[in-house]
């Protein structure tokens, strides 16, 4: 279940997106989570996923208390894929606030290792693929199941 709640934005793209493998809400904050939850919703090695899973206390270098809330904790169907603390950035964003983020991603980090999962930065260069395409295209054909036979 979400410990944060996706405010409304009129900067950015906010919604939800429907979901048989979200635990909870599954909701996003930018055209690029929405896109990384189709791609979750159509792989067959996701078994379920939870956005804004956890929110992170650590202190930066100036001993302030920080917090942070990682977009999404990925469960995998098979027991030798770990799961995965994800963090869904644009490649522009990552590199121009890459000083403010490293602190934080770091805090990610390490606080998964102490929960045994991977913690993984995903960009557009990893999600609006061919895949991506071809997984819009064939969603609605999975959720719809074949007219019974009389």
Known sequence: MPVRKIP????NVTGRAASVKAEGTAAFESTLERDFITLLEFSCQVKSFEVQP?????I????????????????????????ELVEVKYRQDLERY???????????????RTQ?????IISELEIRTPLLNNARFLLPFLRNEPPARS
């Open 8 to 11: 409304k934005n009129y900067r």
């Open 54 to 58: 956890v929110t992170i206390n650590w």
């Open 60 to 83: 930066d270098d100036k001993g302030l208390a920080r917090r942070y809330t990682p977009d999404v904790l990925v469960h995998y169907s098979t027991t030798d894929m770990l799961p």
């Open 98 to 112: 890459w000083i403010d983020l490293k602190p934080r991603l770091k805090a990610g980090i390490r606080f998964a």
């Open 116 to 120: 045994g999962w991977r913690f993984k």
